[in-house]
């Protein structure tokens, strides 16, 4: 599935099954609500942290893809082409970091 049309599978599945988008602050406050679910098990999975024993074992691609829709959410209701607008954002970073992080000694093994 290509972004573009996950814009349109989603607006789609709003205006049928959802009913209607909730507002972008309610979905911008829903979007880091599911971050921090993300930022959870990455904590607990990859970090330091340890699950709770009563912690459910949530799945770290329904979680991210809680946030896809999230995010896709906010780009419909607000107008923006997320496939146009991420092919510009990385002619940005070629541009910006071309060199940058080839060059960061931190970088190297």
Known sequence: MEIRE???IVDQWITTTGVRYFNE??????????????A???ARKYG?????EDEDDKELSDELADVLFVLICIANQTGVDLTHALEKNL???TRRDHKRH??????KS
Do not use: D, P, W, Y
């Open 40 to 42: 959870r098990i990455i």
């Open 91 to 93: 002619q940005k970073k």
């Open 48 to 52: 330091e942290q340890s699950f709770k």
């Open 102 to 107: 080839r060059e960061n000694k931190k970088l």
């Open 6 to 8: 996950a814009q349109k």
């Open 25 to 38: 602050l309610t979905n911008m406050a829903m979007l880091t609500e599911e971050v921090g679910e993300v």
